[in-house]
């Protein structure tokens, strides 16, 4: 097993980033944490919007300076690309690459659209990610508090010769060197970060949830005790499973609970599900997975439209909110 190098604050020269003109595109989740981080960290930001995005009174409201995607792309020398992965290429395309000249620095939070080809930059470009291993309001609220959220740090292209200090100098502007930046690849990042999402952290944890549930209603139970077993106990094993790996959280539950991990868990994931879970990652690997999805967004998204309506009719969604309303030290969090 061979380690990861991580770099720290007095890894990256700060200097290098506040030399550049840095465009962030889009406001969304990542895009408002990146340039409100890199303005207090000194460095000259402008925000890449849409002109019609509602987005624009927001970031002007924080006395960001905002520009259409060609404007800010002419303007700056260094573009971080923050918008949804599905619309990347497209936008790259038409409204971002006629604006970059050699020696410019194109740069991701995620590794998609260069892993998979959806986007080829000229060869006079670094091409680099810095990609937070947490949510944009995780990146600016531990920025605000002093800490920050680690990040993977990867080069695909290194015109300059210098891509890598450029990357630690954006990561530490946002914060991430406080809290450690890992090296790694765009085939890595990307090839991880989806298996992780699809097999346990968002496909396998919504279906264990959903089935667990079904299962205890459908045997009579209230769906209230259904729903704080099988979805809001969650957390607190989560949170034992972060602070301490599988160790603690088995410490820190009663024996019988300990006992029945053992004892059951290998008969739910099976090697039936493992033979699956290799299938998963041939699917992302080979491509299969990346240009599935690409056709569903270039269509539209219909299924994935269609099957959001329906997952958000699901009964646990229903007897959730409920729930949840009488939970006084719980923020009422919904899709706007
Ligand atoms: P988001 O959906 O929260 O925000 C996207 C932003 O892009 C919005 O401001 C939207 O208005 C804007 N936008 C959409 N289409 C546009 C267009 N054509 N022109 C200009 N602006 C446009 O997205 P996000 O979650 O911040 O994801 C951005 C990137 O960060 C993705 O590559 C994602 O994989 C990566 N990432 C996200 C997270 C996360 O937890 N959200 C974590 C790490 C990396
Ligand atoms: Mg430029």
Known sequence: MSMASIHYDQDADPTVVSGRRVAVIGYGSQGHAHALNLRESGVEVMVGLRPSSKRRVEAEGEGLAVGTVPEVAAWADVVMVLVPDQHA???????????????DALMFAH???IHFGEIT???????????????????RRT???????????????????S????????????GGTRAGVLETTFEEETETDLFGE???????????IKASYETLVGAGYQPE???FETLHELKLIVDLLYEGGLTWMRYSVSDTAEWGDYSTGPRIVTEETRQVMAEVLDDIRSGRFARQWMDEARAGAPNLLDRRSRERAHEIEQVGARLRDLMPFLTPKAPG
């Open 89 to 103: 290429a497209d936008l790259y395309a038409a409204e971002i690459a006629p604006h970059l000249v050699n020696g």
């Open 111 to 113: 590794g998609f659209n």
């Open 121 to 139: 930059p000229d060869p006079g470009l670094d091409v680099l990610m810095v990609a937070p291993k947490g949510p944009g309001h995780l990146v």
């Open 143 to 161: 920025y605000i508090e002093g800490s920050g959220v680690p990040c993977l740090l990867a080069v695909h292209q290194d015109a300059s010769g």
């Open 163 to 174: 891509a890598k200090q450029l990357g630690l100098s954006y990561a530490w502007g946002i």
């Open 198 to 208: 699809q097999v346990i952290l968002c496909g396998g944890m919504s279906e264990l």
């Open 225 to 227: 005790s259904a729903y």
